[in-house]
Nanobody, 125 residues
Framework: QVQLVESGGGLVQAGGSLRLSCVAS??????MAWFRQAPGKERLFVAG????????AYADSVKGRFTISTNNAKNTVYLQMNSLQSEDTAVYYC????????????????????WGQGTQVTVSS
């Protein structure tokens, strides 16, 4: 069994920064990702990391502003969010995938096995 625990959300002004953290416990994961969900909208891929060759991928809307990184010793994945905009307001979820045989970063929420409880990010304009 895997548990994912997010932290780091909060209220920030437009143009500001936040760093989200997700600590994983339990079995090793092949891939981890961040998704976000705004009220009344579907859950969308934000950024992902694949352990094979440490491949990363980002949604077009966050490229150049967000960075996903990992600390394997701490079983933690981070999402550094800079130049935040009001459109970034959402609940952010950490997701993990147990087994994956290819090197791609999956971007569909149904392709991940484990989820955290979510952390609210609110950007005021």
């Amino acid at each position: 069994q895997v548990q994912l625990v997010e932290s780091g959300g909060g209220l920030v002004q437009a143009g500001g920064s936040l760093r989200l953290s997700c600590v994983a416990s339990g079995r090793a994961l092949s891939a981890m990702a961040w998704f976000r969900q705004a009220p009344g909208k579907e859950r969308l891929f934000v950024a992902g990391w694949r352990s094979l060759r440490s491949v990363t991928a980002y949604a077009d809307s966050v490229k150049g502003r967000f960075t996903i990184s990992t600390n394997n010793a701490k079983n933690t994945v981070y999402l550094q969010m800079n130049s935040l905009q009001s459109e970034d307001t959402a609940v952010y979820y950490c997701a993990g995938r147990h087994i994956q045989h290819d090197g791609s970063v999956r971007q569909g929420p149904n392709e991940y096995d484990y989820w955290g409880q979510g952390t609210q990010v609110t950007v005021s304009s």
